[in-house]
């Protein structure tokens, strides 16, 4: 199969969209102590709850790796899966803040 060639502004296009999900990444980051403390999360298991990320990582990124590596149609390999990956990470941005302003009962 013959695989076109990236221009410039399109590798350009390609890793501005990644700048936008790192900075999405980083407003999470800064801000993910305080929430999941403010939800009851205990504090000496915060340490924890960092860790999920990098565990995932592990775990999924060489899985969706090979899924593309396969993958091949008219959005091209990456595509579909950059698509799915920067949708899922703006809702559980979007529901990190729901949480944090949703009521909470008092003790």
Do not use: E
Not at 31 to 52: F, K, T
Request: hydrophobic share 50%; aromatic share 12%.
């Amino acid at each position: 199969m013959n695989h076109p060639k990236l221009s410039f502004w399109q590798i350009w296009n390609l890793s501005f969209g990644f700048l936008g999900v790192q900075i999405g990444f980083a407003l999470q980051n800064a801000n993910l102590s305080r929430v999941l403390s403010d939800l009851g999360a205990d504090l000496y298991s915060l340490s924890y709850m960092w860790l999920l990320a990098p565990i995932m990582g592990i775990i999924i990124q060489p899985l969706v790796g090979a899924s593309s590596d396969k993958t091949w149609n008219r959005f091209g390999r990456r595509g579909p899966y950059i698509l799915g990956g920067a949708i899922t990470a703006a809702v559980a941005m979007l529901l990190i803040c729901l949480l944090y302003t949703s009521p909470r009962p008092r003790d």
